[in-house]
């Protein structure tokens, strides 16, 4: 009976201890969102708004009444699927093409010394201390017709006449991968820099080859930085506009350059808004892919 009126007494005691937790954790949230509503605020005026003006735009017609007519011309005419699958080609190319490319550096780099791998990290840094406009500028004087390159192989006696290395799909790839390479090998070096050398020599005492340790043991767990890199290629490939303007000489038409064109030419901002509607869509879609790759990579590499 003592015991059971203790336990009485003690229970509003108890929840009163709790409530007051309560208050002090309802308040510690109430102060970290104060902290952080000057951050949101800005968030929500850069981006929110300017985003669902968009979005409201595309669902208006040339009267300014509400209409699908901006997204059934889209599905309506050829032009604009021949945009989004030469959009999604480049794109595709050129992460394929750095994947090739930056995978191999960022496990050279990885191999070397921490202060020469910081000395060789300055060279692939290098571009971003330049303009991306003066970047596809260099690459359209050495690409055309007059460029060094032509002019290099002719005098060498490897072709006759100037190649078409500008203006077409090809100058276009060029100059991409120049640019997109660098972000595919920093987070592709941050995961193989990350990765224990102790399982490689670990499985190289259980009997493995150093080219089947690469393939069983350091290249599963790379996979997160090949999965993170390959999808900021891609997605940032989406959405170039210069390099494919300059370098594709209005042969190669991306949907980045469909947008300025509706705006430029026609001044029709609610086409404009649909395809940036829908290749925000896109984007997104190919972000949550890439998220999920990336986990099942992450979980295929720690099950081996």
Known sequence: MTAASAFDSAGPAGDDHAAGLRRDQW?????????????LLLVTITMLVPVGWLFGLSFLDDNGALSLEHYRRMLAEPSYGRTFRTTFEISFVTTLICILLGYPLAYFLSQLPRRAANLCMIAVLLPFWTSLLVRTYAW??????SGLINTWGMKLGLWSEPLQL??????????MVHIMLPFMVLPLYGTMRAIDRNLLRAAASLGSTPVHGFWTVFFPLSLPGLAAGASLVFVLCLGFY??????????????????ANDIELFFNWGAASALGVVLLVITLVVLVLAARLSRGAGLFGAGH
């Open 27 to 39: 308040r510690e949230r109430m102060g970290l969102a104060s902290l952080a509503a000057p951050a």
């Open 140 to 145: 359209l004087v050495l690409l055309q017709r």
């Open 242 to 259: 210069v390099t494919p303007a300059m370098l594709g000489g209005g042969k190669v038409t991306m949907v980045s350059n469909r947008i």
């Open 166 to 175: 500008v203006h077409n799909m090809g100058g276009t790839l060029i100059g």
